[in-house]
């Protein structure tokens, strides 16, 4: 399963953080807003970053740009 070395994999490329004003979720405690953030992987509706835990999250592509 792809999913379990996706934090030892390459990076697909870098985004920065924009904002952090979930609607449903609190993303603040896990994102900085400016900071860039490594993409090891990407689907249609999300990003899936190494966030500020060192863990690989899925969060929405609303809350970055691309670099």
Not at 9 to 30: I, L, P
Not at 35 to 59: A, C, H, L, R, S
């Amino acid at each position: 399963m792809k999913f379990n070395n996706w934090k030892d994999d390459n990076v697909m490329k870098q985004v920065k953080c924009v904002h952090t004003n979930a609607k449903k979720y609190k993303v603040n405690r896990v994102l900085t807003e400016g900071k860039i953030y490594d993409v090891k992987n990407e689907t249609e509706e999300f990003y899936f970053i190494t966030d500020n835990t060192g863990k690989v999250g899925g969060y929405y592509k609303e809350y970055f740009v691309e670099i």
